[in-house]
């Protein structure tokens, strides 16, 4: 089951200042994380029959009758991986990449001189937003932030026009201005948008016959209104009529790249949009066509930005090899791979990681984050289907001590799991106290043992064929979807040092870990209830909303839980961009690892069912190097 009325902003907020909204949640949200325990005599109303349709059963050579998942195997063989050519990591290719990022940097420093008054705001956006779509923006953080520091001095209460000495707002550049500065903690309030919309949604001003350029303006309040905070209805009425207009006036857009971004924008919006994605797909769109760049930058620049974003996506997917060839590695010297009824996605997690966290320095994050991720998806096979009541109770017992020696009566699949697990904890503690200066593996089996109380939950509520009320469920269900545990010493590893003050806002019992948390078991219930369901897992979201609201069906579950979702990601767009003491690098992180679970959760359970969009993404993003 796991790897799962507010007051709107003011207007006159001071920079770098968000005013936190009045948030009113519903009871079930508003507790801190329990893990409760199956105490009292379940009533029969609450019973389930256990009569899935396609449970698959196996007996063992000792005569254990134990459910299998049949799930599919490991797609990517280490022979395979180990050949991964690295073609990218010579040094050669760091001496141009420097030279092309001095090149880039004059630029950047050159526009307040070569920008016109009419236009030098639209550009300065531009930059910044061109930088960051080619997925090249950390080598440019000084620049951008004087950049934007630039565009901040002229904004208003109305946004701003294309240049400082504009008299009237421009629609695209305030638009594009709004998310770009939203996005970098400015304190900007969505009222000024406003102005551009009637009352009933409409757009002022807009040419039905529209144009190119009117066409890229709708886009970029599109994609402003995506970074929506709750309770913010102007965004909802922008969002409402430009998908609306989008969609409408595709069929007619003579230009295939403008028509390809509008498509991959209405796809994959901004909480499945990761940043190695957006890279990748914008290399493309730019590639085949430098009109994109024909108002803010020559056809010499063009051409370098470019050929920036073409080398650095090479050398990190190279450096992603190496890394991947270390993970499989692990993988193969574990003995994991020999648990056959279990999901073997090492690969699939190392990706979740990698299309977020881009920093090379930052390896251990990536492959600390894959090993966590896989153990946790080994545990969840076990207690959710191989495992037996009775080994669970003792196994569940044996990790909280840590103690490989209690789980003699254990059989050897358990053992093999735990003492890979038990290993990658203490390893990453280890690493955690390189850059913390503190032991933190207490800490982290603190967290570790919550977990896994959570699923021994579930294996009870399964045994007795209960099914809790969705408020029961998601108390226990947003510990058991493993957020928490997967992301927590990954962050300590992180070269910033995070006091227990400061972990607190970001780690457990803070918001915005509980909303990473929840939107996780939210979206994978979605996905996974019906394939669930038929391995004999019952109890999911679908169904306890279902027993909470009788003659409810699927449908209606389905249709409350996504407008959930949609909430809490709003919610959690907030947590993440308002100003605290958490270093900007651990909640970006930490931001989008919950974007790409979105992203592998699009479609399906991107995990679960790795051989279609999952199987692609990999190709794409770590195997397949991009023409130079």
Known sequence: MSLGCITPLASSMLVHKLQKPALHKPLFLQKPFITPCLKTKIPARCRIAQTPINMALITTDEGITRRIGNHHPNLWDDDFIQSLSKDYDAPSYQGRAEKLIKFIKDRFNALPVQSSSADDLFQHLSMVDNVERLGIDRHFQTEIKTALDYVYRYWSDTGIGCGRESTHADLNTTALGFRVLRLHRYGISSDMLQQFIREEGQLLHFNSQSNEEEIKGI?????????AFP?????????????????QVLPRISNLNLS???KFNLEYGWHTNVPRLEARTYIDIYGEDSSWASKTINNIFYTTLLELAKLDFNM?????????????????????????FARHRHVEYYLWAAMGCIEPKYSTFRIGFAKLSALVTYLD?????????????????????????????????????????????????????????????????????????SYMQEAEWLAAGYIPSLEEYLENGKVSAGSRVVTLQPILSLDVPLSNDI?????????????LCLTLRLRGDTRTFKAEADRGEVVSCITCYMKDHPGSNEGDALKYLNSL???????????????????????????????????LYKERDGFTVSSIETK?????????????
Request: no cysteine.
């Open 381 to 453: 096979d076990i207690y959710d289907t191989y495992g037996t009541l009775d080994e669970l109770k003792i196994f569940t017992k044996s990790i909280k001590r840590w103690d490989l020696s209690a789980m003699d009566r254990l059989p050897k699949f358990m053992k093999v799991a735990f003492k890979a697990f038990d290993q990658a904890v203490t390893d990453m503690a280890q690493e955690a106290k390189k850059t913390q200066g503190r032991d933190t593996l207490n800490y982290a089996r603190k967290a570790w043992e919550v977990y896994i109380d």
């Open 260 to 262: 390809r971004e509008i």
């Open 503 to 515: 972990l607190k806002e970001i780690d457990y019992p803070s918001r915005f870990d509980e909303l």
């Open 316 to 340: 990190i997917q190279s450096l992603q090899q190496k890394e991947l060839q270390i993970l499989s590695r692990w993988w193969i010297e574990s003995g994991l791979g020999k648990l056959e």
């Open 616 to 628: 692609n993404l990999i190709s794409k993003m770590m195997i397949e190097s991009i023409p130079m």
């Open 565 to 599: 979702i949609d909430e809490r990601l709003r919610e959690l767009n907030w947590e993440y961009l308002k100003l605290n003491n958490v270093p900007i690098i651990s909640k970006d992180n930490a931001y989008n690892l919950s974007k790409g679970l979105q992203l």
């Open 219 to 227: 886009l970029n309040l599109f994609r402003a209104s995506l970074i």
């Open 231 to 247: 309770g913010e209805k102007v965004l909802d009425d922008a969002k409402s009529f430009t998908t609306t207009y989008l969609q």
